[in-house]
């Protein structure tokens, strides 16, 4: 008796079956990977934000009541800047960040070349500062936070009967620094991350005001 082989039909049939199981099969492979490199992503963009979170609490938090010159031809001096898109104060640098001393530091919202805003953190030793001659930065600004849909910062201080104020979109009062510094950023919807309010005391005012943050488990900026 002869043998009976496989007719042509049934070897289309075979090659077309087995080719819907190699698609199905990278299909899923595909899809995997992708939801693997968004989730690493997304973690990556979270502890980013996490990060620059807490460095700006530390350096805020530590902000020195130390003056730096404004303008060498009349003397003017501050201890502190703020308005809705930047602060500048002096503070110390974390210890692997710096050869020691206090720093001028600036924080700063840009327009991104992308769209939206970031947020680019500068600073240079207090010492030898000159506002009429700027010496070369000794580091590049850093962009600490992008993605930012729209952002500003607040600040808070004691009013005449030494009771907190309200919160203000500027600071102006030159000799002396805020008791609390509010953020409030809302960040674009493809960042995947949501940025609470935060409110940081001043450490050197905040002391003497009461408040206690309970982040580092001293100071606690209260509410409102």
């Known amino acids: 008796m002869r043998a009976r082989g496989f007719t042509l039909v049934e070897l289309l049939l075979a090659i077309l079956l087995l080719g819907m199981l190699m698609a199905a099969a990278w299909a899923g492979i595909t899809t995997t990977t992708r939801a693997a490199r968004s989730g690493e992503a997304l973690i990556d963009r979270t502890n980013r934000v996490r990060v620059a979170q807490e460095f700006i609490r530390r350096q805020i ?90 952002a500003r910062f607040e600040y808070r201080g004691l009013d005449e009967t030494g009771k907190l104020g309200d919160w203000e979109d500027e600071w102006d009062e030159p000799g002396t620094q805020p008791v609390l510094v509010r953020m409030k950023f809302e960040m674009d919807e493809r960042s995947g991350y949501v940025w609470p309010d935060v409110v940081v005391p001043v450490l050197a005012n905040a002391a003497t005001a009461g408040f206690y943050d309970p982040f580092y488990g001293s100071m606690n900026p209260g509410g409102g």
């Not at 930047?86 to 924080?107: I, N």
């Not at 947020?119 to 070369?136: I, T």
């Open 61 to 150: 938090r530590n902000a020195l009541a130390l003056p730096y010159p404004m303008d060498s031809t009349t003397g003017e001096t501050r201890t502190f800047e703020g308005e809705g898109d930047s602060m500048r104060f002096v503070a110390p640098m974390p210890g692997y960040l710096s050869r020691g001393g206090a720093y001028l530091q600036t924080f700063e919202l840009r327009p991104a070349r992308g769209g939206g805003r970031e947020l680019v953190f500068a600073h240079e030793l207090l010492n030898g500062y000159d506002p009429d001659q700027p010496r070369e930065a000794e580091h590049d600004p850093v962009v600490l936070i992008e993605g930012i849909r729209s």
